[in-house]
């Protein structure tokens, strides 16, 4: 049974760079070992930022658990993060907070791979490298040394969104092809 892949944007935008390059990467990765990909949008969730007295009176929001549904339901994921002043957005941030309120660590050793973009040269690799250290470090995450920082983001997709620059697509599908293997290695 080929792997499924969850792929996670962190972006709110509609025309949102990450968006872009996580719906290129789950058609690729369809090609590239996985049976399925998944885009999940988080403007769905519309998660309050983190408070302690709403979590005191109501609890966790129940649109978290879909987060952590979708999370179990899929064998491999995908993070895809802008950079804020050279950080992951607080987006990213609030979601997986909210997460790791939940009870049960369903992101323990689940095969991960991180990518970032940006319009600047850098495409994000600064935010990159922290949203690593983070989640690496307090969920548990699996996360593969292959990566991708797409510099440029705002030039390098097509009207159909694919990516103009052949580096760059050989680049994303070689972190999915890592990703699928690592997927694979770890279910038997
Ligand atoms: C940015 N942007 C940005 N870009 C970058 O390469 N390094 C950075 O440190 C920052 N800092 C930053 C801070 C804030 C508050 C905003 C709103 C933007 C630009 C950012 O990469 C750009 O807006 C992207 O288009 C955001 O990602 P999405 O929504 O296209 O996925």
Redesign the pocket.
Known sequence: NAPQLLVL?????Q??????LARHAAARATQLGFGAATVFDLRALQLPIYDGDLEAEQGVPAAVQQLQDAIQAHQALLI?T??????P?PLLFNSLDWLSRLSENRTAMKPTALMS????Q???L??LNQLRLFVQGNFQMLVQPQQFALGR??QAFDAQGQLQDARAEKAVDGVLQALAALTNQLAR
């Open positions: 944007p962190g972006s709110l935008r025309g949102s760079y990450a968006h872009a895809v802008p950079e804020y002043n050279s950080y957005p973009s940006s319009p600047g850098y495409g994000g600064r935010a983001a705002d």
